[in-house]
């Protein structure tokens, strides 16, 4: 069964405006973690934020925000006010177990696409 | 800080010869290192996880003859692609866990592009 589901191939939003990026995850484990990175076309992964299970407040992070839904399972990305360079792939992660190897398990991604 | 470095950034090969790509964690110590592949317009995939001085584990349909995981000090991992294919061609990115902290990322390298030709 996919343990990260991101359902959105591609979001379009306008500059400034804010963007909500859905991740949906499965898991027996009562502790995991939860991340979001931007992979822009250069290919670099950039950590953007993190979310505990046990985190009892939503992670923020300057313009990006988790909104950490623990009973819906779901960890979806706020961006605000967008800008162009926020144009990019996102990937939604999870790690179960924090402890051990710590093995992230990514979603398929969502394309945002940024216009002035 | 927590920066990681991989080399080469590009590389272009003929079928059969053998390639080595290198992760080195600059400022920072890092016990367990990670090898992804994503092809183009998919996601990260595991390969395998590598810790300092024993054996990587490989993911379930990872060649371990094809993908050799050297990880010699806590600084850098190494992945060979041996007797490359066309079909290795990939985008192969590392990322390194620091010692410390379980609520830390990864942190990643900035990948390398792999075309067989």
């Known amino acids: 069964a996919q343990k990260i589901t991101q359902t959105q191939p591609g979001m379009f939003v306008q500059e400034k405006e804010a963007v909500t990026l859905d991740c949906t995850y499965d898991?027996?484990?009562?502790?995991?973690?939860l991340f979001w990175y931007k992979q822009p076309s250069s290919g670099e992964m950039i950590f953007l934020i993190y979310?505990?299970?046990?985190?009892?407040q939503n992670a923020t992070e300057g313009r990006y925000s988790l909104n950490f839904q623990k009973a819906r399972k779901s960890a979806n990305l706020v961006i605000s006010a967008s800008q162009l360079g926020d144009s990019a792939m996102y990937f939604c992660?999870?790690?179960?177990?924090?402890?051990?190897?710590?093995?992230?398990?990514f979603g398929t991604g969502t394309r945002l696409l940024v216009s002035p | 800080g927590a920066v990681v470095s991989q080399h080469p950034s590009w590389v272009i090969c003929k079928s059969g010869t053998s390639v080595k790509i290198e992760c080195r964690s600059l400022?920072?110590?890092?016990?367990?290192m990670f090898w992804y592949r994503q092809f183009p317009k998919q996601s990260l995939m595991l390969m395998a996880t590598?810790?300092?001085?024993?054996?990587?584990?490989?993911e379930q349909g990872v060649e371990k003859d094809k993908f050799l995981i050297n990880h010699a000090s806590l600084t850098l991992s190494t992945l060979t692609v041996t007797s490359a294919h066309p079909e290795d061609s990939s985008f192969y990115i590392c990322?390194?866990?620091?010692?410390?902290?379980?609520?830390?990322?990864?942190?990643f390298g900035p990948g390398t592009r792999l075309l067989v030709l």
């Open positions: 590598s810790n300092e001085g024993s054996k990587a584990t490989y």
């Open positions: 400022d920072f110590q890092a016990t367990t």
């Open positions: 990322s390194a866990q620091p010692r410390q902290g379980s609520r830390e990322t990864q942190y």
């Open positions: 898991t027996s484990d009562q502790s995991y973690g």
């Open positions: 979310q505990g299970s046990y985190d009892e």
């Open positions: 992660a999870m790690r179960e177990a924090l402890t051990g190897f710590q093995k992230l398990v």
